[in-house]
């Protein structure tokens, strides 16, 4: 037999056998509590037997004469000692045949004089305030119980005791038996009751191995069999208890480059996580401590042995261990499925970008089409002027035509600069440099920029921006760059003398922007393109513009993060709202 086998065989024994001994000792402590109040009850009854008897013997005395001098009532007490004398020499037993000894004594100056011979001694008396003559004494002073205590032999006894006055006399009558008679039985039982427990104990042990012995085979083959899955796995498991190692498995130190599961047990669980990631796991697997959901499945990068990163894929779940939450969890190492997948996403960038290219080129020359046509038919027009000889004629129609040239050459210019600006911005070639950027100095930056603008058609700018607003993170030339597009854009459809508003706010972990316009609006179809490279309705059409600066906004604010939306009536003005992410609120100090 193995040795864990019989250590649970000695541990089950023990088990058995505290079980057994606590139940026997219950029960018979719960045996002889009984016994010893039934016999106190007996006793007690025993007792008043006697006192009636002397009671009636003396009645039966005091029939016979008229007399009570002392000299007379010292003979009736002699004969009624006598008669009780001779009573008590035939034995009370109880029903289980325990001898009951009966004790009658008064008290004669200082000491209590026996009224009969003791059964275990020949002394006619004993101190009154003898600690052996403790229930007598009681009796003699007028009291009525029961106690465990020592009688004259000084050998531990069961007694009643109650007083009892005749004869113009104070009288106490005991009745006792021996601990060791009431003990007796309990002792013989005890060692029956001793020899049947470790019967049972052994037959219980038996038992009990027969019938788990099966189970705990299949217990075993389950868990060799579950510790095989665990250990020849191939992904990564662990098990995580106050942020640390509890448990891995080889495939989890192979993945994180360590020759064995010793390096890892113990250690911190942010130690293996990409500083990037740190807030993040954090996060996760406090919530997950602390009773969110049950289980949770995201990506995460960690750190080799070697410094290396590593892609993970990881899937955990809360439980209790030890009367503590722990988190157990799967990783699975998708370090190559990131890099194929980057790669794929480079080719597919590069497919779009190419895409990209041969549309801004056909929607370039179709744009820069009307300002070269513009200025090709204005020379023309001054060239046949020069050639025919009438342009000295009508001097008036020159600063005319040149400045149409002007304005044509100044809108392909502009286009040619959106276009090259969101172009880089598109293909990645912008370095955008993120800072904490204040909005009140975006906005001064915007308006300056603008403020011709704004006086040559009268507008009014109202700015509501409140001092306490938390700082933007983003890059500051692109921040100005996405207000004066959209200002820009209000400016141009709100006719003289209107107003245009500027607002911001905090909420949540971001600050949004709205530029509000009392401009023509805009219909549901329009609102759907605005946002499209060199879109324009066709009621605008009339308005110069490059087409580019919303598209332009756009991608600017979606690239540091943002969104951009717009609302609109014909007729009410519109609002463009956009939104960037508040400095330090995601993880950027």
């Keep these: 037999m193995r040795q864990s086998e019989t250590r649970r065989i000695l541990l089950l024994i023990a088990c058995f056998a505290a079980v057994v001994l606590v139940v026997v000792?219950?029960?018979?402590?719960?045996?002889?509590?009984?016994?010893?109040?039934?016999?106190?009850?007996?006793?007690?009854?025993?007792?008043?037997v006697r006192?009636?008897?002397?009671?009636?013997?003396?009645?039966?005395?005091?029939?016979?004469?008229?007399?009570?001098?002392?000299?007379?009532?010292?003979?009736?007490e002699e004969r009624v000692v006598e008669e009780m004398r001779q009573v008590n020499e035939s034995t009370l037993h109880n029903n289980i045949g325990t001898p009951v000894e009966f004790i009658w004594g008064r008290l004669d100056g200082d000491e209590?004089?026996?009224?009969?011979h003791l059964l275990h001694s020949k002394a006619a008396s004993i101190p009154l305030h003898s600690y052996v003559g403790e229930p007598l004494r009681r009796a003699i002073e007028g009291q009525l119980g029961t106690m465990i205590g020592l009688d004259y032999r000084g050998e531990k006894v069961l007694s009643a005791y109650a007083p009892l006055n005749i004869l113009g006399r104070h009288y106490g009558i005991v009745t006792k038996i021996d601990m060791a008679e009431v003990r007796a039985p309990f002792i013989r039982v005890e060692k029956i009751v001793l020899l049947?427990?470790?019967?049972?104990?052994?037959?219980?042990?038996?038992?009990?191995?027969?019938?788990?012995?099966?189970?705990?085979?299949?217990?075993?083959?389950?868990?060799?069999?579950?510790?095989?899955?665990?250990?020849?796995?191939i992904v990564g498991i662990y098990i995580i208890q106050n942020e640390r190692f509890l448990y891995v498995n080889p495939r989890f130190a192979e993945i994180f480059g360590y020759d064995s599961q010793a390096g890892l047990i113990g250690r911190p669980?942010?130690?293996?996580?990409?500083?990037?990631?740190?807030?993040?796991?954090?996060?996760?697997?406090?919530?997950?401590?602390?009773?969110?959901?049950?289980?949770?499945?995201?990506?995460?990068?960690?750190?080799?042995?070697?410094?290396?990163?590593v892609h993970m894929e990881i899937h955990i779940a809360r439980t209790i261990m030890n009367?503590?939450?722990?988190?157990?969890?799967?990783?699975?190492?998708?370090?190559?499925?990131?890099?194929?997948?980057?790669?794929?996403?480079?080719?597919?960038?590069?497919?779009?970008?190419?895409?990209?290219?041969?549309?801004?080129?056909?929607?370039?020359?179709?744009?820069?089409?009307?300002?070269?046509?513009?200025?090709?038919g204005y020379s023309q027009t001054l060239l046949s002027a020069h050639l025919q000889g009438w342009l000295a004629q009508k001097e008036e129609m020159l600063p005319d035509l040149l400045d149409r040239m002007i304005q044509s050459s100044l809108l392909m210019g502009a286009i040619?600069?959106?276009?090259?600006?969101?172009?880089?911005?598109?293909?990645?070639?912008?370095?955008?440099?993120?800072?904490?950027?204040?909005?009140?100095?975006?906005?001064?930056?915007?308006?300056?920029?603008?403020?011709?603008?704004i006086d040559a058609k009268e507008l009014t700018l109202n700015i509501q921006i409140p001092a306490d607003l938390p700082l933007i993170h983003a890059g500051l030339k692109q921040c100005i760059q996405i207000l004066i597009n959209l200002i820009g854009n209000a400016i141009k459809f709100t006719d003289k003398k209107g107003t245009i508003s500027v607002r911001a706010k905090a909420q949540e972990d971001v600050v949004i922007v709205n530029v509000e316009d009392s401009g023509i609006g805009m219909n549901e179809e329009t609102m759907k393109h605005i946002f499209e490279m060199f879109w324009r309705s066709d009621s605008v059409r009339s308005i110069v513009g490059t087409g580019l600066g919303l598209s332009l906004a756009k991608l600017l604010v979606e690239t540091m993060g943002g969104k951009i939306w717009v609302k609109s009536k014909v007729g009410a003005g519109s609002t463009f709202h956009f939104t960037l992410r508040q400095w330090g609120k995601d993880g950027h100090y």
């Design 112 to 116: 209590i004089k026996f009224m009969l």
């Design 196 to 233: 049947l427990a470790v019967a049972a104990i052994l037959a219980g042990t038996f038992v009990f191995l027969r019938i788990s012995n099966p189970i705990l085979r299949k217990v075993q083959e389950s868990e060799t069999m579950f510790r095989g899955l665990v250990e020849q796995s």
């Design 416 to 453: 040619i600069d959106d276009i090259l600006e969101y172009s880089k911005v598109e293909v990645g070639n912008v370095v955008i440099e993120y800072d904490p950027v204040d909005l009140v100095q975006v906005m001064d930056i915007a308006k300056l920029n603008l403020s011709l603008k």
């Design 269 to 309: 669980v942010f130690e293996l996580v990409y500083a990037d990631d740190h807030n993040m796991c954090v996060e996760i697997i406090r919530k997950r401590i602390q009773g969110g959901a049950s289980s949770v499945q995201f990506c995460l990068r960690g750190v080799k042995a070697d410094n290396k990163i």
């Design 25 to 48: 000792v219950t029960s018979i402590m719960l045996l002889y509590q009984t016994a010893v109040d039934l016999q106190l009850q007996r006793l007690k009854a025993a007792a008043e």
């Design 51 to 76: 006192i009636r008897m002397i009671e009636v013997n003396v009645k039966n005395e005091f029939t016979l004469t008229e007399r009570r001098d002392p000299l007379t009532l010292s003979k009736i």
């Design 323 to 376: 009367e503590q939450p722990a988190i157990v969890g799967v990783m699975l190492d998708i370090t190559k499925r990131v890099e194929d997948e980057r790669v794929i996403r480079q080719l597919e960038i590069a497919k779009e970008t190419a895409k990209a290219k041969d549309k801004l080129l056909s929607m370039t020359s179709h744009e820069l089409r009307t300002p070269l046509s513009a200025i090709s």
